[in-house]
């Protein structure tokens, strides 16, 4: 069986699919299809690429813990939230926090009285030993007692400074502007130190992770421009700009490629899957617009409009090229004629000629 006999026995299933099984006969003469929005098969020069799977990641994203032991008494955000920085994000019971602060402010100022009086009395044996009423032992010993009080005023003043930083850990804050990715903990759960409280990243700071042969970094590098795919989103984004890391894996001969997604991308979110496609040269290309591209199990074709404006569907064999505009076709269509841009308007339209012509 011939791929031209397959082709029409596809298209005449389909077309019997698409009108349905309600057993009506097929006209006689198939009435001209209303016009199908289509566009001509170009060949037009195209950017070619050395393309790579990649995977979009934040370059700014933490994962906030706590500090202190304690219970969490205050959660202001969850998944999904928008944070600026200094926001706080959670508090922490610092009720036992607050008395330790309390405590070590006391010893301060026990600390502050002590060293007043060391001080008075240095002074004053000073004055005693000039008068030769005391020994130099003595002023000695006053002398030490002095440095002493310092010594000891200065370890309780940073004892104090320890214990109001370790308050300051019952308020977590976010460290910059960014969007809550993921909570790990409830209101009234016991927060212990270093348990994950909030993970978040900064949406205005993405970038693609691409894995490349290092053979291809060469050609990488010389050409310069770079775009990137997000299938999932059927979009296509300028880089702003590319980082090879200056190294490679020795096992599979490969190096990693950055590249800087625009500031502020809309919809894209780190995890999602992305190509990266890396410009090399520049060659003239027979292009179909994407969306005339009709994918059928091992099926590949596209619905040629003919001048009778009726559409037949036509075998194709795509190449590698691609842009966000079309995709390579090596065979199965001539430059100039036109493809339908709706595969299943067309096929509907193609349904009573198929019909009519299938095999008995």
Known sequence: MTTERIVRIFAAAFAIALAGCGGAKAPAAPPVPAALASAPV??????LTRSAEAVVEAVRQSTVSSQIAGRIVDLRFDVGDRVKKGDVIARIDERAATQALAASEAQVRSAEASLANARAQYERSKQLFAQKFISQAALDKAEADYKSAES?????????????????????????SGVVSARYVQLGEMATPGKPIMTGFDPSTLRVTATVASSDIAAIQSGGKVRVEIPALARWIEARGVTIVP????????????????E??????????????FVVGRAP??????QAVLHRSELVAVYVVGADARPQLRQVRLGSVSDERGIEVLAGVQPGERVALDPVKAGMAAAPAAIASAPS
């Open 152 to 176: 000891q005023m200065r370890a309780m003043l940073a004892g104090a400074g320890q214990a109001a930083t370790e308050r300051s850990f019952a308020t977590i804050v976010a460290p910059y």
């Open 247 to 262: 190294s490679a894996d020795p096992r599979t001969h490969s190096t990693e490629v950055r590249i800087d997604l625009p």
């Open 264 to 277: 502020d991308v809309q919809g894209v979110v780190p995890g999602i899957f992305a190509r990266a496609h």
């Open 285 to 290: 290309r027979l292009m179909v617009p994407r």
């Open 42 to 47: 170009e060949l037009r020069e195209v950017e």
